[in-house]
């Protein structure tokens, strides 16, 4: 477990009964159910727009980034390891972390995100790669979503 879970504060602010009937959890299911179809048609500019962007310049979106922010987190975005290296991702100056995630399971309260780094190959057009590390949270920790552009990213299962 990431040492910036804690697991006394974070879930009591979306709600105390433990359901997830919450807009945050409705919004993970349906980018993942998109993400699970991957087909572009809609360009509304909203997280849970009902397709996932692409188009005849680019290779069709098969996913859409997204950043999480916690109860307490003062504005700044949930980070987790870009590997299953154990690393710190709340010391100050730490690297090999990010910030940017994509969801792979809603399971209720249960959300499972992959995490996605930034790609260090300049000539690509997409702006993330799939890294191994996986991380589960309670949905009713999050407080926020911020969803980025739809792209595409290699090596992601369906």
């Known amino acids: 477990m990431n040492s910036n879970f804690n697991n006394n504060s974070c879930c009591s602010c979306n709600n105390n009964n433990n359901d997830c009937n919450n807009c945050i959890a409705e919004i993970l299911q349906v980018i993942n159910v998109l993400q699970s179809n991957a087909c572009p048609d809609n360009c509304l500019n909203s997280c849970d727009r009902p397709a996932l962007g692409g188009g005849s310049n680019c290779v069709v ?19 987790m390891p870009t590997s299953r290296v154990n690393t710190d991702c709340t010391a100050e100056g730490a690297t090999g972390c990010s910030n940017v995630f994509r969801v792979e399971k809603v399971d209720g309260c249960c959300c499972t995100f992959r995490v996605l780094a930034p790609n260090t190959d300049t000539t690509s057009p997409y702006p993330y790669v799939a890294t191994d590390s996986i991380f589960t949270m309670n949905i009713n920790c999050c407080c926020a979503v911020r969803c980025l552009n739809d792209t595409y990213v290699e090596c992601i299962c369906g």
């Open 61 to 79: 979106c098969n996913t859409r980034p997204i950043m999480l922010y916690t109860c307490g987190s003062n504005g700044t975005p949930w980070s």
